[in-house]
């Protein structure tokens, strides 16, 4: 049995979406944020040595294999837990330009977009964060001179790239949906909520619409519960 160990607001949303789409049964176990860090609470370290989320465990007859990382989680199910209908469905065959594209934007996610996404997160912190008054503009100053001359324009760079690539082809890996769009789904709806798409960005917006009308992912909502990309 799959049990994911599910944090409130975070990336493990797109497992619990990817396992719908599977149609695999599984447990979900929720864990709530810090109300004032928005950090993972201690119990997840029980689960993997990290304490962060996504982390899944599956329980066979030989033992219970422990599986962290979003882009290690999506090929463990393919691999291991998916028909070969469903994963030849999810994922494009070896040795196509397709699977080439699906091994890009499966790595692409995690490896360059939500990095500065993240950052953008902490200098909005920093931004607001309490100090005293008579440093609040030093503070203030260098959050917005970082924002503004480094993580913006890497930002509207890449969604720049990603709007020309879905300006080409619906889906992130070609003409098929995959689950290399379950796994760009994170990225983009948390630029969409700390940075926002503009009409600059249609077909970006077309894809999110694609993406949050397919019945799995609606599902997905009903069992992991109210979900933002980005906590706080």
Not at 43 to 72: F, Y
Not at 214 to 226: H, V
Request: proline content about 8%.
């Amino acid at each position: 049995m799959i049990i994911v160990h599910h944090l409130e607001n975070s990336r493990s949303q797109r497992v619990l979406w990817l396992l719908e789409e599977l149609g695999l049964p599984y447990e979900v176990k929720r864990y709530a944020r810090d109300r004032k860090t928005l950090l993972a609470p201690p119990a997840l370290k029980q689960v993997h040595a990290l304490g962060k989320s996504p982390v899944i465990t599956d329980t066979w007859a030989e033992g219970t294999i422990t599986v962290a990382e979003s882009g290690a989680i999506i090929e463990y199910l393919l691999d291991t837990c998916a028909s070969s209908q469903d994963n030849a469905r999810l994922r494009p065959a070896p040795g196509t330009p397709e699977r080439r594209q699906f091994n890009y934007w499966l790595h692409f996610a995690e490896g360059s977009a939500m990095p500065y996404l993240v950052m953008k997160l902490v200098f909005d912190q920093v931004r607001n964060a309490p100090v005293p008054f008579f440093i609040k503009p030093i503070v203030k100053g260098i959050a917005d001179k970082v924002t503004q001359s480094f993580l913006m324009p890497n930002i509207t760079q890449q969604l720049a790239f990603i709007e020309s690539t879905l300006a080409q082809q619906p889906w992130f890996a070609g003409p098929e949906f995959t689950a290399a769009d379950v796994q760009m789904s994170y990225p983009l709806e948390a630029a969409a909520e700390r940075v926002g798409l503009s009409s600059s960005h249609p077909h970006v917006v077309a894809w999110m619409k694609r993406i949050h009308e397919r019945p799995a992912y609606q599902r997905a909502l009903a069992q992991g519960g109210p979900y933002k990309a980005v906590p706080g």
